[in-house]
């Protein structure tokens, strides 16, 4: 999976081949696979801000710092509202990998030159608000597999008959982190890369809260035992597959979020879980309403599928963490209502 997204020059977000947008590949020439909020319309950026800035006032920091930044929709939309609140930060920094689109970042962006930085890496010591839009989804799963009540870890091999890419299990000491009930064959994934991003924040992070969106489910729902085939996914053109062996660097390879390990890695590396809910009711809570009350009729139509159960208002989720320095007594207000951190 790392080497089928990552792979310098090669890999899905490596390469130069067209991945966000509304439209699938042969239509209006935008050839895209998938489309993520920011892209979907900029009432979503805009509401955020209004989150960042009160995470930037109650923490008293002011740069921010983004991962997996995309086409730089989210970073422009973020940027405009809070220039537009007379809030703009001192930085707004990015990390990402894929260096075509960096460049597609710096030219969205390029009224804001003066104040966007790129990393590749983050620095010893950070202070900042740290933002992630679709990134956790992202990050390099494990397969798990129990076969006839056994476990095994799934990987891949090359097909000595035909030379394809095909499936091989072997046997394994690792375990999901529920035990799943029944005796069917079940496949599941674990997330030591995404864990170990949280790990790693919270050894360089100082100041500040993170904000965390994907959709994914809290542990008990992960590992539900009706839940057999595991979560990960392929995108590509809009449509989706199961079948990550296939097209190799041409689609998108994704699995569902653990928000529970996700939580609990954070806390175990001395970070604070300052709230999590739906991607609905936290952008209720942000003030969403009155964000696209200022936007035209078509956006305030696209604006309903962020927050609607149906569309990616129950689905998507959002973590806040920050470090221990920044908890403090204050409430990001995108949780002030339908937190849903005891169901972790």
């Not at 930060?89 to 930085?117: E, K």
Request: with cysteine.
């Amino acid at each position: 999976m790392s080497m089928a997204l990552y792979e310098p020059g090669l890999g899905y977000y490596s390469n130069s081949t067209p991945k966000f947008g509304h439209l699938p590949q042969g239509e209006a020439g935008q050839g895209s696979d998938f489309v993520t909020a920011p892209e979907l319309t900029p009432v979503f950026g805009h509401t955020l801000a209004r989150q960042v800035a009160q995470a930037m006032e109650s923490t008293g920091v002011d740069e921010i710092w983004e991962f997996g930044a995309g086409t730089g929709a989210l970073a422009l939309q973020v940027l405009e509202a809070l220039a537009a609140a007379g809030k703009t930060p001192a930085r707004y920094n990015i990390v990402d990998l894929s260096g075509s689109l960096r460049a597609r970042q710096a030219q969205t962006l390029a009224a804001h030159a003066t104040v966007v930085h790129w990393a590749d890496a983050l620095p010893d010591r950070f202070d900042g608000i740290v933002l992630g839009n679709e990134v956790l989804d992202a990050m390099p799963v494990q397969l798990l597999a129990r076969l006839n009540g056994q476990w095994h870890e799934r990987g891949v091999a090359v097909n000595d008959a035909d030379g394809q890419l095909c499936w091989a299990d072997r046997p394994t000491g690792l375990r999901p982190p529920l035990e799943i009930g029944g005796a069917q064959d079940y496949v599941t994934e674990i997330h030591a890369q995404s864990d170990a991003f949280v790990r790693t924040l919270s050894d360089r992070w100082q100041r500040g809260a993170g904000f965390l969106i994907d959709y994914g489910f809290p542990e008990a729902e992960y590992y539900h035992p009706e839940r057999h085939m595991g979560t990960l996914v392929c995108h590509k053109g809009h449509q989706v597959d199961h079948d990550p062996l296939t097209d190799l660097g041409l689609k998108d390879i994704t699995a569902h979020v653990n928000f529970t390990g996700t939580a609990l890695a954070a806390q175990d590396a001395g970070l604070g879980v300052m709230g999590y809910t739906s991607q609905g009711r936290f952008l209720i809570n942000c003030g969403i309403v009155d964000v696209a009350a200022g936007f035209d009729a078509k956006e305030q139509a696209q604006m309903q599928k962020l927050v609607m159960e149906h569309e990616m208002g129950e689905l998507f989720k959002v973590l806040a963490l920050a470090p221990a320095a920044s908890t403090g007594s204050w409430v990001p207000m995108g949780f002030v209502a339908g937190d849903r951190t005891h169901r972790l």
